[in-house]
């Protein structure tokens, strides 16, 4: 608990960026040794700038750390740091992996496969079915399904996922108290019983727009791979591949018509050779067993 409560007295530091606390930490050994510094320490051995040692020397966060730590335990969530073991392993492979973690529900663990599904909150008829069958494809096989719970494509993939018995996992771009879009919080209480709801934004953060480009790297970065339905060239959905290609992550893109503006971004993937052309749930699988580990048991059920 101390541990937690130093790393959200220095998360609530104004200005103080999460490669700020990484790096202060690394230097002095934890979060507490931070803290206990003073300002010249912070400068000389930190490497920051004296503004921001003043600020940390001064802004000790104490009434923010325990106000998060009663409103997270009162909608049912835990906080889990990077340096603890339920944190994920695959997110700390990505360049900035978030501090901390609000969780509701339990993150899978590393044994089963994880895949993202993503695209645009108005999905054409057919964008809805391929969703809904990707979801159900990938949850028969045991393989966790990833998304971030907005309107259209992301709210099918959950929601098919949790139809066909499997697991799922909503990444938010708000507080884990403030469920964005609002209709979804049934939807959010659903995949929290059996999967998890997880933001890296202290409770009570609104839903911005600025959050959810952030929200999209974990999302890519929770998962081996990401499957990119229907969007348009500037749709978040672009952002999440691009994510997953700088985290090395495998890449799919869902054809669609020509027609259709929301085909424009799945169909520039596929041409530029960014995305592989999914055709079935057999071309998702055959890339999925050829990055597994040889001894993931989820893959044996691909």
């Not at 700020?20 to 700038?49: C, D, K, M, N, Y």
């Not at 934004?201 to 609104?206: D, V």
Request: proline share 7%; glycine share 8%; net charge positive.
């Amino acid at each position: 608990m101390s541990h937690l409560f130093d790393l959200l007295c220095l998360s609530s530091v104004p200005r103080l960026s999460s490669a700020h606390i990484r790096s202060l930490v690394t230097a002095f050994g934890s979060p507490a040794a931070v803290l206990r510094s003073s300002p010249e320490q912070l400068v000389s051995s930190g490497g920051i700038e004296p503004a921001l040692a003043l600020a940390i020397a001064r802004h000790r966060g104490a009434v923010d750390a325990r106000d998060q730590i009663r409103r997270a335990a009162r909608c049912g969530a835990h906080i889990v740091t990077a340096w603890e073991a339920g944190y994920p392993e695959a997110l700390k492979t990505i360049a900035d992996p978030p501090l901390l973690l609000y969780v509701l529900g339990t993150i899978p663990d590393g044994t089963r496969l994880s895949l993202a599904v993503v695209g645009t909150r108005k999905p054409s008829p057919y964008g809805e079915w391929v969703s809904e069958y990707l979801a159900r494809e990938l949850a028969l096989r045991a393989i966790t399904v990833v998304s971030g719970l907005a309107r259209g494509i992301d709210t099918i993939a959950h929601r098919l996922a949790l139809e066909s018995h499997g697991t799922t996992v909503a990444v938010l771009g708000s507080g884990l108290d403030v469920p964005y879009p609002r209709e979804n919080a049934p939807l959010m209480s659903a995949i929290a019983r059996s999967g998890a709801v997880v933001s890296e934004f202290p409770m009570g953060t609104s839903p911005c727009p600025a959050n959810f480009p952030r929200r999209n790297r974990i999302i890519s970065g929770l998962s081996l791979g990401c499957i990119v339905v229907e969007s348009d060239l500037r749709g978040g959905a672009m952002i999440t591949a691009s994510c997953a290609r700088e985290q090395r992550r495998a890449l799919f893109a869902v054809p669609g018509s020509i027609a259709q503006r929301m085909s424009a971004g799945p169909h520039a993937l596929i041409r530029d050779g960014r995305a592989k052309l999914v055709g079935s749930i057999d071309d998702v699988l055959a890339e999925l067993r050829n990055r597994a580990r040889p001894n993931n048991k989820a893959a044996a059920h691909t």
